[in-house]
């Protein structure tokens, strides 16, 4: 009987879904009477590096959600959490993607390209991208032998609204997950990164449509939820609709409360993809896949950082062009 209410609960979820987005895409659209800024250099070069072939070449930045490339393991085995007796998942499915979601790349110290997810979200300055921290950490500034920028609705090796390069200075991770590390500071794993106008001179949101709202303090239950990822290996990315709950760690490493959800399929690469609400107009963002062990321990439950004050004084950082938090240095 249990099962059975899930099922019921997730048919109305998708029900709820269906009627609360249609005709969103009608306040999508561009703002009328922005004016292009002139032509990007750097969003050419960047346009001119990252050809299909490389793009399709590109690993993700989470081999496996719990553990991102690159890092040591944790000194403390992590518990694992995963579905519980008799849950239903929700299935995802492959699809184009919307405007306001897409794709990192950059390539690593060694050269080797990335990707990670991420979500256009509203700005003043029509440039800002919401991602996780461990995704970003790291990369302040567009360096020749980095390369970082976003493609929005990235499929099929395409570039559909073109491409945007990250600002030098432009990536915003919180100082505590810098401090803190992944585990410990998995409560803060979130990540804003602002960018320059793609190859035409258009600022990100004027290209796309209005990006996502971000919400704080709203707790940890939200229905529907429609949760998107770039993962590992694929070319197209996944969209599931579900609900969101409360987690308490039970992991003291990775200490914190947590929003959780279940969606089938959500392995390495979906990182910092957005969990969204409908919203008038548009979208409204609640959390993104990162924080409990990097976003989650299994394919099928997916965790963000709970948005709160520090997020959103995360955004208003990056909306003012205040200087980026970093690593702190040791002595010498």
């Not at 950059?106 to 919401?130: A, E, N």
């Not at 567009?142 to 390369?147: A, D, F, I």
Request: glycine residues 14%; charged residues 15%.
């Amino acid at each position: 009987m249990e099962a059975w209410t899930r099922i019921a609960r997730y048919a109305a979820v998708c029900a709820a879904a269906l009627l609360l987005c249609a005709g969103l895409t009608a306040g999508a659209s561009a703002s009328a009477g922005d004016t292009p800024a002139d032509p990007s250099p750097l969003a050419d070069r960047l346009d001119d590096y990252w050809t299909p072939a490389r793009m399709e070449a590109a690993l993700p930045a989470d081999v496996q959600k719990g553990a991102e490339a690159g890092t040591t393991a944790s000194p403390v085995a992590p518990a694992v959490d995963g579905p519980r007796p008799g849950e239903y998942i929700p299935p995802s499915r492959s699809f184009d993607g919307i405007p306001q979601a897409g794709t990192f790349f950059w390539t690593d110290t060694t050269g080797t390209g990335r990707t990670c997810s991420g979500s256009v979200v509203h700005s003043p300055g029509h440039d800002l991208v919401l991602s996780a921290g461990h995704c970003l950490r790291g990369y302040a500034g567009t360096s020749p032998k980095r390369h970082l920028a976003f493609v929005p609705q990235y499929h099929d090796s395409l570039k559909p609204f073109g491409i945007f390069p990250v600002r030098t200075n432009g990536v915003y991770v919180p100082q505590q997950y810098y401090d803190l590390g992944e585990h410990a500071g998995a409560g803060y794993d979130f990540a804003f990164a602002v960018t320059e106008p793609n190859q035409d001179g258009t600022r990100l949101e004027d290209a796309v449509g209005a990006g996502a709202r971000l919400l704080t303090g709203t707790g940890y239950h939200h229905a529907p939820v429609r949760m998107i990822g770039y993962p590992a290996g694929a070319e197209r990315p996944l969209e599931c609709w579900s609900w969101t709950t409360r987690w308490e760690s039970d992991d003291p490493a990775d200490p914190g409360t947590f929003p959780r959800i279940a969606c089938d399929g959500f392995v390495g690469g979906t990182s910092g993809g957005p969990m969204l609400l409908p919203w008038p107009g548009g979208w409204a963002v609640i959390g993104v896949i990162g924080g409990y062990h990097t976003g989650g321990d299994t394919p099928q439950v997916s965790y963000s950082a709970y948005f709160g004050t520090a997020t959103r004084a995360l955004y208003r950082a990056a909306v003012t062009g205040a200087p980026p938090a970093g690593p702190q240095l040791g002595p010498s």
